[in-house]
């Protein structure tokens, strides 16, 4: 568990196929409870079950369990490994991830980790590392497989050569980049990104990111206005705005392909995608401290 990140509470309720309202309300989550019950019909994914749970605090661990109906609550993150398939990592704080990762990479356990993976030059490398030795390690934002982004996706065409992408987002470029990035590097078939310069500042973020060929992109992170995911295609025949709010449905999509992976034995989604976000992300942090220089990706 992470401050403010119920994915704990929403992910095993997703796939255990239960939830308990009133715990997870309780907890700070009466959004999480309201979208399950309205998804209720569609909760639970076929031969899986999220069974183990560790949680720095037990007392939150035991109303995760609760809420999902989960049956073991262990007392040390590393005793999961000897019981489970695979891993969830439902934490958004970057900086735990290698630390937190590690005995399941190295008990060859397949691991998904919640968005952003890395937000360091050393933790990206690490990652990189146990993917070529073959570990199995998959992460992303569930923006990745919205709804709203994959009927742009196929709608993409009728614009004509797109020119210009931009995004808006509330809250911080460390944790929220991502899902910006996520949905727009999927509807454009994953570029290959090669500069990024942060033209903005901290609690109004201006990032723009220039592709090897394709259009040019620039989202904004703030965290003072309403809530709202927000991506602009503009094309020489036209352009679409989507308007990202079905939170359930990419959840529950992003979910179903790890299991798939995990049950095909590797990544679905292509590590490279994952590799260059994070460098995107990193790098505007870069140009940041450096007062808005543009860095290029090597």
């Known amino acids: 568990m992470s401050e403010g990140n119920a994915h704990p509470y929403s992910w095993s309720a997703i796939i255990n196929g239960k939830f308990d309202s009133a715990e997870i309300?309780?907890?700070?989550?009466?959004?999480?409870?309201?979208?399950?019950?309205?998804?209720?019909?569609?909760?639970?994914?076929?031969?899986?079950?999220?069974?183990?749970?560790?949680?720095?605090?037990?007392e939150v661990a035991d109303s995760i369990a609760k809420s999902s109906g989960i049956a073991?609550?262990?007392?040390?993150?590393?005793?999961m490994a000897q019981y489970v398939d695979a891993v969830i990592l439902a934490r958004d704080d970057p900086e735990y991830h290698v630390q937190m990762a590690t005995p399941f990479v190295e008990a060859a356990i397949p691991i998904f980790i919640d968005k952003p993976l890395a937000y360091s030059r050393e933790d990206l490398k690490w990652f990189?590392?146990?993917?070529?030795?073959?570990?199995?390690?998959?992460?992303?934002s569930s923006m990745r497989y919205a709804n709203e982004c994959r009927i742009l996706k196929q709608e993409l065409a009728g614009l004509g050569p797109i020119e210009l992408v931009t995004a808006v987002g509330k809250?911080?470029?460390?944790?929220?980049?991502?899902?910006?990035?996520?949905?727009?590097?999927?509807v454009l078939g994953d570029p290959k990104p090669v500069s990024v310069r942060h033209i903005g500042d901290l609690g109004k973020e201006i990032v723009s990111v220039r592709l090897a060929d394709g259009p040019d992109i620039t989202l904004h992170l703030y965290n003072d206005i309403t809530g709202t995911f927000q991506l602009s295609f503009f094309g020489?025949?036209?352009?679409?705005?989507?308007?990202?709010?079905?939170s359930y449905s990419m959840f529950r999509?992003?979910?179903?392909?790890?299991?798939?992976?995990?049950?095909?034995?590797?990544?679905?989604?292509?590590?490279k995608h994952t590799y260059?976000?994070?460098?995107?992300?990193?790098?505007?942090?870069?140009?940041?401290?450096?007062?808005?220089?543009?860095?290029?990706?090597?």
């Open 171 to 186: 809250k911080d470029w460390k944790k929220y980049g991502i899902h910006l990035l996520e949905a727009i590097f999927m």
């Open 72 to 79: 073991h609550v262990v007392d040390r993150l590393e005793d």
């Open 253 to 271: 999509d992003n979910i179903i392909e790890f299991i798939r992976s995990v049950k095909e034995g590797r990544q679905r989604l292509d590590f």
């Open 276 to 298: 260059r976000l994070m460098d995107v992300i990193i790098a505007a942090q870069e140009s940041r401290e450096a007062n808005g220089a543009t860095i290029i990706l090597k």
């Open 236 to 246: 020489r025949q036209g352009w679409k705005l989507v308007d990202i709010r079905n």
């Open 128 to 140: 990189s590392e146990q993917v070529d030795n073959g570990r199995f390690i998959m992460s992303c």
């Open 25 to 58: 309300s309780d907890a700070g989550y009466p959004a999480v409870a309201s979208y399950l019950a309205a998804n209720e019909d569609t909760l639970g994914i076929p031969d899986a079950a999220v069974t183990h749970l560790w949680c720095q605090d037990r």
